[in-house]
């Protein structure tokens, strides 16, 4: 006998069998279906399942980025500063491995532009590495376009970021930058008017910054994107803001960068806060309304902020935090802190006297088990996207907070007292999520 006709027989009596059902039938079948459902639903929310949706990155938007910053050596300054300085082969596996058995699932690896216009191959070469050996840990990794005081051309010392290309001589001296004035007449005001309105060309080609850097980060991405530890891409760090008609126009900057990145990637992109944050500063006009206006609109992008103190009693740092919570709010993106610590700063002369500035006092500046337990509290009760520990560094630098690592000089990781620090916050963050799953 044909076996389709057997089934197709079967399935027309079934069929008519509920047809002939009486109406309180369908009200007990309906009943039944609803008490499954209900016991599946809590079945997987006990077993610790979640039902969100998946960014083109395969992670849930609910896991939140727990991780430090880290910064390399030829995809920065280091080597060619601490020239006497080096790192081992197996120096990213090990932090990679130290990173991830304590508890961490994240990189933000801060990388310039200026070190790789100044060695290619070798910027390329590790930045390979550091995707290779992420995938074998299972870290999610942001690649950070960082800058700091513009550029070494600006401040010779400290400054990292733009390369020097992008610098007219005679127009911007080389040393001359006043780093974090908000007078747009100093040369470091002038230099970050000019790029918002996109005067900012190569000295000898003549094409123009934007498309230069947008060219840089797709080149970053044509060599991540297919990694599955990359999360995404940092456009540019903490840009600078010095009059109130900037805000708009820093908009359009990131429109423009995330137009040309979306033709390459889907990854997440992201959207830095500006400086500096000055309340009560007419000039600037620093509001949560304007700095929203820099954030365009786009399917899988976050907000980047820093916080480098605890949030108390409507300090600087607790309205620093509320503004940019706000902007969070006000332009519908999520929040990434994506570089805390604890600092004391305080009111410094430059060397040519003509500015003062604001700095890190080195002596005092410290962080306690307490003050990391506060902020890493204070992040998942506001229920950030996620967070990065500033920092993870092969090289020394002040303050003694500043390093989780000492590197010894056969190559062996050192943790400091800091890791030890941060890997306690870490388990009781963890714990704290178990316990509510």
């Not at 290779?132 to 942001?142: F, M, P, R, S, T």
């Not at 006043?178 to 900012?200: A, D, K, L, P, Q």
């Not at 040309?260 to 309304?289: A, W």
């Not at 003062?356 to 229920?383: C, G, M, P, R, Y």
């Amino acid at each position: 006998m044909n076996i389709n006709y057997m089934f197709k027989n079967k399935l027309k009596e079934k069929n008519l069998i509920l047809l002939l059902l009486p109406p309180q039938s369908y009200l007990r079948l309906i009943s039944i279906f609803t008490i499954l459902f209900s016991f599946l639903f809590s079945f997987f929310c006990i077993s610790g399942f979640t039902i969100s949706y998946s960014d083109n990155n395969n992670q849930t938007k609910s896991e939140e980025l727990v991780g430090v910053n880290m910064k390399g050596m030829y995809t920065s300054l280091n080597y060619e500063r601490f020239p006497n300085i080096t790192i081992t082969s197996d120096y990213y596996d090990d932090s990679f491995k130290l990173i991830k058995n304590i508890g961490m699932n994240h990189i933000r690896y801060v990388l310039y532009w200026e070190a790789y216009e100044n060695n290619p191959t070798l910027f390329l070469k590790e930045l390979e590495n550091v995707a290779n050996l992420a995938d074998k840990w299972g870290l999610k990794v942001i690649y950070d376009n960082h800058q700091f005081h513009t550029s070494s051309w600006l401040d010779y010392k400290r400054g990292t970021g733009f390369p020097s290309f992008l610098f007219d001589k005679h127009l911007y001296p080389i040393d001359s930058g006043v780093t974090t004035s908000s007078n747009s007449t100093t040369t470091t005001g002038v230099w970050w008017t000019n790029w918002w309105n996109r005067n900012i060309t190569d000295q000898e080609t003549e094409v123009d910054g934007w498309t230069l850097q947008a060219h840089f980060l797709k080149t970053l991405v044509k060599l991540l994107d297919t990694h599955n530890s990359t999360k995404g891409y940092e456009i540019l760090n903490e840009p600078q803001v010095f009059s109130t008609d900037q805000w708009p126009k820093i908009g359009k900057y990131y429109e423009y960068m995330i137009n040309e990145l979306r033709q390459q990637t889907n990854k997440t992109i992201v959207i830095d806060m500006t400086i500096p944050i000055k309340f009560n500063d007419s000039v600037i006009n620093v509001t949560s309304e304007n700095m929203a206006k820099i954030i365009p609109k786009d399917r899988n992008s976050i907000f980047k902020i820093s916080l480098y103190g605890i949030p108390t009693d409507d300090n600087y740092q607790d309205r620093k935090l509320q503004l940019l919570m706000n902007v969070s709010k006000i332009a519908k993106i999520p929040l990434y802190v994506g570089e805390w610590n604890h600092v004391n700063r305080e009111k410094k002369l430059t060397e040519k006297n003509t500015d003062d500035l604001s700095k890190i006092n080195s002596t005092s500046s410290d962080l306690t088990q307490n003050e990391s337990d506060i902020l890493v509290k204070k992040f998942a009760s506001s229920k950030v996207y996620g967070w990065a520990f500033w920092n993870w560094n092969y090289v020394i630098t002040p303050p003694p907070n500043f390093n989780l690592i000492n590197v010894a000089s056969n190559g062996d990781i050192l943790p400091t007292k800091y890791f030890y620090i941060l890997k306690n916050s870490v388990d009781k963050l963890n714990m704290n999520m178990t316990s509510k799953s």
